[in-house]
């Protein structure tokens, strides 16, 4: 290396993010007439081979570095700079020992001059105060001599995380400690958004050589319009622009600076300076421009301008002659085996284990059905479609029915042949009427074990099958417990629709109803000896009611020869219970006096106890009226009190 380059400006570019800070910085450093040469360090593993690009145009040397990254970074939240979990980097700069002198500045930092007389500085290690903690220096601009002695130790720190700000700052302030010497804070002004001390910045202005934007806000963080109260910030922000559009801001149409030049590139990282060209229009369309679609490709079709009159061909083409379907004339007839099994379970289905019972049509009428129905008279067969009850082989004793309940379409089988085929060519006849819960197994079943409680001595008391007529056929195989039920064609005037209840042949006096029909259209049985309703008066019953409770009462006074012990009893039978004040002297209207000599018990008896249905006990008026055992009062204090009289004496 050329002693010429024995002294190099160096800064730091660990991401994209910070391209457009350090060309600036190293314009800022060109512009101002530096005759050192300008060096990057770069992590290659986070910045961009274009960045590295942008970078070769202004800087002299772009140096690889090995990111040192922060392993400990909790130091780094303290701060709120996550960003900075990489800052240990820096320190490389003291492995550059190619170089004899490094001024080490920030990428975020603008040289209003070129300060390269801090390249004459002695001393191994030199920096600015910090402006947060100016005992400390900041590690923003410092002038170094590349050692490998300092490298090893601050490297070891940064592997162990010693920073008091996870930082290189705090790393670098804990290794030289007041070992370097103090630049003027003119290298390394760092502005504030709050700088206080204008009056300081007024009269040091005209010296400030490098300010440096400290802090997560970049001047291309923020954009160029971000406004500072006007304030020094502000003045110092404006230098950095201008450096900054000396070099990159996009140029008017008619300069012709050519699309994805290097300058898009760095405006792409500097807020609000990349503004990519339409690459279809030129211009801008205009704010109230027709809908986009109106620029879709379409077909335009147009009319026929022929004017000569349509002239037919002479003869079109003949269709087809082997057009044609030929019906066939029976249905296919059905394979002779059935279809070989195709899947595995086919060949090993199971038997079936349950039986249904047979559909069977059913014309038959018993020799001795005295009644003039069939069952299903209409023709109901299997092939017609039609719902056909089925049937218990012939002489099954369940047979029977009677009219009210038959709940099929019936046929008086007297009709000649002409007369019962014009009733079954009524179609309402060809079908039954059953209400669907009479065919619903669960229905049958519940009703079933509603039934089962009548079961058994009753099934044989009700005995002698019917004979009258097979109005109910039942296959006992099937239990089909009819709720509802429809009359039948002859007993309905007009079609019915409304289900009537079952008739209950004993109750009517009809034929013999089947045990098991009985059963299950019987009502619950009337408990033995209730009278009907009709014959019920609660008067008369009460006062026979009363008659025989004396008449009971009389029987034991007679049985006992000690009047005065059923006395004694008869008092014992009142409860001596405290009475509500006040209501002590109220009698009922049926009390009677303990102190009623049994004699005039017996005669108020007597005089009763004929076969008159009226019954009422009449005291004769020398009967004493005595009162209730007297009772202790209960008064209370309270009810004492004026406030809570006692209620009127009742009436005698
Ligand atoms: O995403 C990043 C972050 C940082 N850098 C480089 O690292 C430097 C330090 O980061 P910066 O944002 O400038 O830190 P400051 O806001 O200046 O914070 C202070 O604290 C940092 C950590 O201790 C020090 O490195 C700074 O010198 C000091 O001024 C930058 O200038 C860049 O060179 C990048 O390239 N990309
Ligand atoms: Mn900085």
Known sequence: MASGEEHVYATLLLSDSYLPGALVLAHSLRDAGTTKKL???????????????????VYDHVLPVPRICNEKPANLYLMN??????????????????????????????????????????????AAPDIGWPDLFNSGVMVLTPNLGDFYAMLAMAERGISF??????????????????????????????????????????????????GPNKPWFAGRHAKHDDSPFDDMVGRWWAVYDRHYRAQEQSSGQPQGSSSTYVQYFTKGEFRPKPTLMQQPPPADSAPEAINFPSTHYEMSQDAAPFVPPPRYPSPPKNMWYEVPTAPPAPPAEPPKPVFPWEGQQPTPTRTFASVVPDFVTTPQDTGPWVEHGVGGSVESGLHVESHPPEGDSTETGTEAGSSVATLPSQLTPTEASTVQAEPWDAFQLSNAWDEVPEI?????G???HKRGKSL????????????????????????????????????????????????????????RELELSLPLPSAEGVPMQSDWDPEVQLQKLARQQYEALLLKLEASAN??????????????????????????????????????????????????????????????????????????????????????????
């Open 39 to 57: 060096v990057v360090l770069v992590t290659l593993d986070t910045v961009s081979a274009e960045s590295i690009t942008q970078l070769k145009t």
């Open 81 to 126: 700079r996550a960003d900075l979990h990489s800052a240990f980097t820096k320190i490389n700069l003291w492995k550059q020992t190619q170089f004899s002198k490094i001024v080490y500045i920030d990428a975020d930092v603008v040289a209003y001059r070129a300060p390269d007389e801090l390249f004459d500085i002695a001393e191994p290690f030199a």
């Open 165 to 214: 700000d996870g930082a290189d700052q705090g790393l670098l302030n804990m290794h030289f400690k007041d070992n370097y010497h103090r630049l003027s804070f003119a290298y390394n002004v760092t502005p504030s958004a709050h700088y206080q001390y204008i009056p300081a910045y007024r009269h040091f202005q005209s010296s400030i050589n490098m300010v440096h934007f400290i």
């Open 444 to 448: 049958n079943r519940y009703v079933e």
């Open 450 to 452: 509603l039934q089962k």
């Open 460 to 515: 044989q008391g009700i005995s002698s099958p019917a004979t009258t007529g097979p109005r109910y056929r039942r296959d006992p195989n099937k239990s089909v417990f009819k709720l509802t039920d429809f009359p039948s064609a002859v007993e309905r005037p007009s079609l019915p629709v409304t289900p009537a209840p079952i008739a209950r042949p004993s109750f009517w006096g009809q034929e013999q109803p089947d045990a």
């Open 563 to 652: 009047v005065d012990n059923v006395v004694e009893e008869l008092g014992h039978s009142i409860p001596k219970r405290s009475l509500p004040f006040g209501s002590e002297s109220i009698r009922s209207p049926s009390f009677i006096s303990q102190n009623v000599p049994i004699s005039t018990l017996q005669r108020a008896v007597q005089s009763t106890s004929s076969a008159d249905s009226t019954f009422q006990l009449t005291l004769p008026h020398d009967a004493p009226r005595g009162t209730p055992k007297e009772v202790p009062r209960q008064h209370g204090g309270l009810l004492e009190s004026p406030m809570a009289k006692p209620r009127s004496k009742a009436p005698e």
